[in-house]
């Protein structure tokens, strides 16, 4: 076993859960690639309230000072949706999207780049991502990224079915970003503290809120332009953790 397993196994079962996926929605009628869309949609949004609990638990709220619990998540998404903004991300993550689509030579009317987007978006958001790629690099164990990748299987498989390759193509930025959290962990050790968890997750859980409208057809959010809130938002509770 060597360091970044986790992350390995990870991939392989996204691309796997894909290549199943895409095999069962070829046999399936347009209606039914819309319904199970529809519900992986519902599915995301029940995902995003779990997400969200820490936001009433006692280790966010005691950590951060009185009245500031939703005005530090609030802050982080402002702060980093004007990064996102600032660099464009979204329309970069799309672009990476259709580069990946010419390259496996989806249609261009196809749901490759939906597919890209938002099974990276889903793929990457959670504590189990961050968590299980800082324990696999202090190789202190990879349980948390098998369970994850148990749970990535079936998504992979449920998005593929109605979204195509595009999810396949996750792999990729799943594979950068908790590789950068394996040489943080490798690195570094546990560098984050509980409730600092807390707020990235509960920042992800939103942003799962948002995938799971666009899954819905309600609104199109540029979910992309916010990514940088996961970054902000365990400096800015850190901060504030530093007046009580």
Known sequence: MFVGFGTTINITTIIGGAALGVLVGARMS??????????????TILGAVSALAPM???????ALPKGWTLLAILA???????????????TKLDGLGENLRKKFRAHEESTFVEGFVSASLLFIIGPLAILGSISDGMSTGIDQLLLKSSLDFFAAMAF???????????????????????VVGLGLGNILSGYQIDAMTITGG????????????????????????????????QILHSFI
Request: proline share 3%; glycine share 10%; hydrophobic share 55%.
């Open 56 to 62: 009433w638990s006692e280790r966010y709220v005691t």
């Open 30 to 43: 347009t209606r039914t690639r819309t319904l199970i869309t529809e519900v992986l949609g519902l599915i």
């Open 206 to 237: 939103l942003m799962l809120v948002c995938i799971g409208l666009r899954l819905l057809k309600i609104k199109d959010i540029a979910v992309g332009n916010l990514l940088p809130a996961l970054i902000i938002a365990p400096v800015l509770v």
């Open 76 to 90: 982080s998404l402002l702060i980093g949706g004007l990064i996102g903004s600032a660099l464009n991300l979204e």
């Open 160 to 182: 593929a079915a109605s979204l195509g390759w595009g999810v396949a193509a996750s792999a990729i930025p799943v594979g950068i970003y908790q590789g950068v959290w394996t």
